[in-house]
Structure formats: structure tokens, C-alpha cells
């Protein structure tokens, strides 16, 4: 017997390799063996198991890691899938559906020594008075971890031991999981009575569960499927309790479901939800979370619980699309529009269509839910390609929050510089405190200050290693780089030679001057800052939202981990501080995520008894994205969009594959790109749709040292431009200091 197996290190080819007789029936495609190669060992995964072998010679496995296969042949077909689409190297799209914290050799569970009380036969034996405080505690608990029974306890183990010697407890090692939710005390919860719209969007997607696949639609990427939805829901329009739903029809056919959210920060919330609804009656089952903030234990914990179908409902962000559920019979793509699905290293996935992908491959029903759905996916829906569903209305009748639109510019005084707060968010916020309800204020930028500038002389603080300024952290007192992660002190005079002005001042605001600023205005409200600088420890997220969701906050400031998702009944308002920040970036798609963030930021108000109030502070307030985003008109920005985006053949009505070419050296770089589009020219003049736009400098020009120049390739037949590409970046030479990043269907051209 042959088995092909894929290597760790990037070689982008199988190899083969004999199973030798005592592995025989042991190997299977999935299984994770070690191999010699060359006067290494080195691991890898069986992809493939054949008969004969083109190569003379061939070396034997050394070993099989694991006692089961840990990818399966499912998933296998995905990964060979995502290396095809997505221009990468075999074994490296087979590393991103298998955590290092299952790969790895040593990895494996936990196991701790427990202390279990044993039948008594007889009177109990004469105890010294430390040995009766040990058995009094035992007795009660019955079986418990020694390192817990010594510390309740105080004693040492020796003193245990001796319980143990006396026949009355047993001492052994036996595995302790490690569950990240283990603290946590989780209310069982029944279903919801629905709305009507709720109710045909559910009979819809459970009709589909039910229907046998009556095709192969296996990697179709480009084909339509009547088993793929869009759920485009208001916000606050009961789509989850839809989720849950689907899912027990899911566990009750005897299959598993994967739920993908965008931000590691929704997890705690969305696995309380899940958790409650599955942790009793018939349909009870473990719920994984899979998530970069989960220690290495803990994913190796959750990865196998799902393997092993103890934990048949996973939770998680974009890795978790690779989770080995199986059967698989629901894929929920929750908040399908954002943009930290898009994995921004290679393979450069996109976890929405790898759910897709997927369903189609083991005939899976996928549910996208949003209120503001990507302008591809809506695209898909109105073509036919997905099947639409309307939940119009919010649950239980409640209203959609009056969002009111302040004209920044009206509030600017000669000789003053801009207000954070304008007089009409200064008073709606007083006057929630005065109710004693609650608010949250949304700005899309950390730090105290976006810059340091000098009024004499115009120098700006820059980063050496970024085209972009400094933002000012006050806390920490450094000027840092929030691409490259650069900091420094903050010069006391202006760092120009010929100008040394010492009244040299910040300009721009972030969320730390935001939170000062409330502090002073007013004293007495309880107010929490949430962005990546405040979070610092593992559980902040949890404990702070935790706070505000028992009322110990009046105030929750934040950036975008707050601007969705999120469910708190006694928010009344919300606060937009810069609502256009983004909207003038050298992006097609600025509009679109401007209109998202607003809608979801405003869907955070009057989900409770009291009609939400939403006020924007724009100084540019008659945009379309905003003004849409007011009147909650997500068609009509969609209608709106389209027509600017059809002349220029923009998705959704063609693909994008973004080529990057970076280097130290800026005019070798620029050399490469203008090489590159001669040979792009001459081995792609096939393509008839194709749109080639550039060389030119990104957005951002210099990132982490590294000047950077992209061509952009427009065409409507993506699969088959991925595969030119793919041949053509084998093909092409560069310089060695020069690298090429080919990134298919961008989110970012930066």
C-alpha cells in the first residue's frame, strides 16, 4: 500500500511513501504520520492511498501520530479546494483547516490527579483531626481534583495519601478538559414563540435540511443552490432565535451545525445563547467554541470534543468554518458581511464562501444572516442564486430607534476648535443618566490623539516604517504605529531642526480623549472604554460586558467590537461620535461599510420597552451612506450603489484579484510591478472580460519597511483566473529582495 502524503514544509507536491505491514488498515486518508525526508523527520497528513507508485525506492512511514484521523476526507476535499482557489501552496492551506494545537506531536489531553471516595465497608476508620476535616470535605464532594481538595483543605498530599492508605480514597490521573465556559453558571432557556416572518424564514431553511442533494455541486463556486439563504433581518429581528431553531432540526436528524461569527468579541454572548438552548432535554449536546483567544489546551480540548461527536454544535470565528463536524447538516454564517472573515494571511480565504464551498460539498444547508448584507451577497440573492428571506419588522413590535443626524459643522465657533460632544449628544446623554438608563458611544479609532502636529512648521509625527502618522496613546505616553506596532516617546519641542517649536500639539481624537472628555463632563456617570487597548487580559470582554448588562455601567465606550451583536434591553441611545471617519478612503467599498457600521451601531438602541434614539455627528451629513443608514434603507443604498459600481465592472458584478508586489526598495519594486504587467499581458490575453488597472503604489505605500506596488485584475470567471494566476506566479521571475502577494477576492486595497 502507497500513501501520498502532504508535507509541513511548502514543496506544493505529494509524496509517496510505503505503509509498512504492522500500519496496514492503520493509515487512511486523513491520518497524520511521520515520515523521513532526507536525513530529517518531519510530519505531514495522508491525502491520498494508492496501489502502485511512479518512484522506484520508496521510503516507509515512520509512524502514525494520533489514534485517529484528524482531517477528514470531507474536509481534505475543502482544503485541495482552498489551495486551488486562492492561489496557495497545498500544505499550507492544509495547515489553516488543522489548528497547531492538534498538529503538533506532543499535544494531547490534560490529565490531573483525582481523589475519589471509596465504599465504605464497615466503621470508619480512627482519623487524626486534620485527616477528619480532609474526609468531612471529600464525604460531601465525593470525587474532586487533589490540587482543589489540598487548597479547600489546607493540607499537603502527604496527609491525603494516608486517607488513601487506609483504603478509603483512591488517588489517580484521569483527563480534565479544558473548557474556557467552565465558570461560567448558564440558565437553560426554551424556545420562542415566532412572528409570522420568523416562522416562513425557519419552515423555509428546515424544508431545505430536509431535501436530498439531487446533484454533485461539489466546488461550483459560480453555480446557484437553492440550499444557500439569505436571511436579511433588521436588526433586533429575531434572527437568532431563527438559528436556534434550525439547529435543534439539525440535531434532530442526527447532524451537527457550525456557527461562524465575525469578532472573537461576539463569542461570549452567542455561546451563552447556544449553550442554555442545548444543555438539557433530548437535543442536549456539547457546544465547541473554536477562537484565536482560546489557549493552546483549551483548542486542542474543544477541536477533539467535536471529533470525537461529543460536541455536535460549533461556535467560532473564521477558522472554524474547517471544524471536523460530521455529518454536517447546518452552516450558520451570522453578520455575512464583515470583513474579518477575510483571512489576511495566505491561504487568503474567505470564510463566507468557504461555508459555501462546503455546504455544497456535503450537501449542507448555509444560512447568511445580516442586517446589512454584502452588496455580492444581495446580488446572489436577487439573481436567484440564493434563496431571500424578509424579517422586515424587529421581534415582539418593537420600533426601529429615530436616528437623528447632527451637522458637525454647525457647531464649530470662530477661533474654537471642534467639539467631541455636540450640544444635541451632550444633552440626550444627560438625560439618560437622569432615567437611569443607558447609553453607548461608538468611535472607530483608539488611541487619545490621531496625530501630533506642529502649527509653525506643518511637521507631522510619522512612523519610519509606515506611510501613515502616529496615534498618541496618553495612558502609556508613546506615539505608536497601528500598523507596524512602532512606538516612541513624544517629542517635548517639534523634532524639525530648522523650527524646534515647543507649542507642537495633537490634533484628532481617539477613544481614550473621548473617554476623558465624558469623565469631565460628567463626573459622576460609570463609564467603561472597550478597544483592543483597554482589553488587555482574556476575560475583559466578558466582565465588562457582563457589568453593563447587570447596570453597575451607565456608559459603554468603544470602537467596532461594539457595534454589533450585542443585546442590552436598557440601551436608549446611541451616540455616533465621527460617523464619516472612513467614508473618504481610497476604497470603492467605503460607502458600503460606512452604511454597515451605522445601521449595526444604531441596531444597538431600543431593544427594550423604551424607543431607542440614535444621533450621528457627521460633517458630511447629506452622504448616501448616511443618510440611508438613517432612515434604515438598506435597498435603497443598495439600488444606489449599484449604479456606480456597474460601469466599472466592481463586485458584484465581477471579481477582484489584488497582486501586490513588495520590496525594501522602492524603485525595484516599481520596476517588478511594471515587469509583472507585461508578462500578465502577454499570458492572460485569453480572458476577454479582463480588466487590468494598474501598476500603481497602494493606498498605503510603505507597511512594516516595506514599499508596495499592486495591479488589480477585474474578470466575472474568478475560478479560472485563479488558476492562470497560480501557473503564472511559478512562472515569473523576480528579484530575491522583491515578493508578489496574490490575494483573491480582496476586502481590503490598501
Known sequence: MIARVTLEIALRKEFDYLVPPEMEGLVEVGSRVQVPFGARKVLGCVTGLAETSDYPSLKSIVKIIGAQTLVTPKVLRLAKWIGEYYCCAPEIALKSVLPEAVRHEKAGWRELLYVRVLPLSGELPKLS?????IWNILEERRELP???LLDLAETTSAAVRRLEDKGLVTIAPEVSERDPYAREHILPSQSLAMNPAQGAALAAITKAMDARPDRDRAGKKDGGDSKVFLLH???????TEVYLQALAHALEQGKGAIVLVPEISLTPQTVERFKARFSHGPLQTLVAVLHSHLSAGERHDEWHKIRQGRARIVIGARSAIFAPVDPLGLVIVDEEHENSYKQEESPRYHARDVAIVRGQMEGATVVLGSATPSLESFYNARKGKYALLDLPERADDKKMPVVRVVDMRQTVRRGTSIPIFSPQLHEAIARRLD?????ILFLNRRGYSSSLQCPLCGYVAGCPNCSISLTYHRQEQRLCCHICGHNQTVPKTCPNEKCRNPEIRFAGLGTQKVEETLGKLFPHARIKRMDSDALKRKHDFREILGQFRAGKLDVLLGTQMIAKGLHFPNVTLVGIIYADMALHQPDFRAGERTFQLLTQVAGRAGRGDVEGEVIVQAFTPFHPAIQFARRHDFVGFYDQEMEFRQPLRYPPFGRIALLTLRGRNEEKVAFSAAHLKKELDQALSAFRDLIIAGPAPAP???????????????????????QALAEMQHRVRLPEDVTLVVDIDPVDLS
Open 129 to 133: 483531626k486534620r485527616q477528619r476535616e
Open 435 to 439: 432615567a437611569g438608563e443607558q447609553t
Open 146 to 148: 487533589l490540587a482543589e
Open 700 to 722: 498605503l505605500l510603505k507597511a512594516e519597511s516595506f514599499y508596495r506596488h499592486q495591479i488589480m485584475l477585474r474578470t466575472a470567471r474568478m475560478s479560472h483566473l485563479s
Open 233 to 239: 433581518g433588521v436588526t433586533g429581528s429575531g434572527k
